[in-house]
């Protein structure tokens, strides 16, 4: 049951019993499936720990990740390294952190203190099929019906059911929009085709589902480069996790996102997605085209976007599956950039006029045949 102070929510709160008393504790819950990737809690959590510390003196945060896997986790926890000014800790859902676990000593009191006021929040009436699909369009603004089942991680028979029902409630609207445009100076233009919008309230929904705050500004989660929406290179990249499903039906895909600015590195990919295949957690790293470049510049800057994925997984242990999507000259300027490659690593090449095909993965090496 969410719990308000002032005017921030929190997704619970408990008074831990310690040696020596009680602490005053808020929780915050993060679904490793919310649609969002693990780096974009911090700046959410900054602004309610600023009113934790104004109205609750001496309380702490204890943020708990439900994740099929460890490498989610492992980046929440990497993301908050720069701290907050009251003590927290991250864990699992399933582990009660102990006293020494926290950044540094929470506060004890005497005894319990009172539970905060418990509040409805606006989601628990939404089925998880439902809230995939809304967190799904309030990042990426709008998209097709492939594009938003790829990223729930849906079936598209199931998705369009879950649209219909969420435009019958006022959730989302499927309609012809406006493109984003990259020169704001340029006549306005409509989209190529029609697209499913999220509505405003569809859009509180899903910012409530992810523990913003009424009044909190959490738009910096929102799918870069909106532009390009409308183009097959998005297209492409939405459906990176529904490609990767079907080629390798035996291994699991958790999830995935497009657009998504990786800490610490300037290289963006096109798509990534996480799961498991082997037993080892891995990332799929999607880069699609680069046929406008040069041979050379097509070298270059695919030695740079390994280089940079793997220093990125080698973070937290993660393995890399490096794909490029590109016509075959392109594949083949991407292969000479491609040697020495270490075991946790694989290269793949895929075509993409051949959707849901992709080369059987070998670890270190150069996989291109389809």
Not at 83 to 95: C, E, H, L, Q, R
Not at 342 to 355: L, M, P, S, Y
Request: aromatic fraction near 12%.
């Amino acid at each position: 049951m969410k719990v308000r102070l002032g005017d921030v929510t929190f997704s619970d709160w408990i008074s831990l019993k310690y040696e020596g008393g009680y602490t005053d504790t808020f929780i915050f819950d993060i679904d490793a499936l919310n649609g969002l990737p693990p780096f974009d809690f911090h700046p959410l959590l900054q602004r309610l720990v600023a009113e934790l510390d104004k109205k609750r003196p001496g309380a702490s945060l204890w943020i708990r990740v439900t994740s099929p896997g460890e490498w989610y986790l492992m980046e929440v926890k990497r993301s908050m390294t720069s701290g907050f000014s009251i003590p927290y800790v991250v864990t699992s859902k399933d582990k009660t952190p102990d006293y020494r676990s926290f950044s540094f000593g929470p506060r004890l009191f005497s005894s319990s203190l009172h539970h905060p006021p418990k509040v409805d929040d606006e989601f628990s009436s939404f089925s998880r099929e439902e809230l995939k699909c809304l967190q799904v369009l309030a990042r990426s603004r709008k998209g097709i019906e492939e594009e938003i089942a790829s990223l729930a991680g849906l079936p598209e028979t199931v998705t369009n059911d879950v649209l219909q029902n969420l435009q019958k409630s006022k959730m989302v609207v499927f309609k012809l929009g406006e493109q984003f445009q990259k020169d704001k100076s340029k006549p306005k233009k409509m989209d190529p085709y029609w697209m499913w919008h999220p509505t405003r309230k569809g859009v509180s929904v899903a910012l409530r589902s992810w523990g913003a705050s009424n009044g909190v500004d959490f738009s910096g989660v929102k799918e870069l480069n909106p532009h390009l929406i409308g183009t097959s290179h998005r297209t492409n990249s939405r459906r990176w996790t529904a490609w990767l499903r079907s080629a390798y039906p035996q291994v699991e895909i958790w999830t995935g996102w497009t657009e998504v600015q990786l800490p610490e590195i300037f290289v963006r990919p096109d798509a990534l997605a996480w799961g498991r295949i082997q037993g080892f957690e891995t990332l799929f790293w999607l880069e699609i085209g680069d046929e406008h470049k040069k041979r050379k510049q097509i070298e270059k800057i695919t030695r740079i976007r390994l280089a940079s994925a793997l220093k990125f997984c080698q973070e937290t242990g993660a393995r890399l599956v490096y794909t490029q999507i590109s016509p075959p000259w392109v594949q083949d300027s991407v292969r000479w950039a491609c040697n020495q490659l270490a075991q946790d690593t694989a290269v793949i090449i895929g075509n993409v006029r051949k959707f849901g095909k992709l080369p059987v993965i070998e670890w270190g090496k150069f996989n291109d045949v389809v």
